[in-house]
């Protein structure tokens, strides 16, 4: 898969987790991975919790094809999501 899907893909499940609730996030089994797709079009997710406190969760997500190098070095961004409800994108 091109580096172009994938960033596509990447920002499609930042938004999912970024709408996610600070209490909701804060439970994240950790890391939480998961695979999409067949075929040509299979990719994996990792959400990870980088960082939590009493004001905001610090989340990580991760997008890979499974190729070389992108298995090694996926694309990857973070965002925060504070408990009163705005998000750090």
Known sequence: MDKGKLKLILDQEKEKFANKTYKELSVLKDPTVYECGVGDGWYQVE???????????????????????????????????????????
């Open 47 to 89: 959400v990870q919790i980088l960082e939590k406190n009493d004001k905001y969760v610090h989340i990580a997500v991760n997008v890979d094809d499974g190729g070389f190098p992108r298995s090694f070095i996926p694309l990857s961004t973070s965002f925060l999501v504070y408990k009163d409800g705005s998000v750090d994108k």
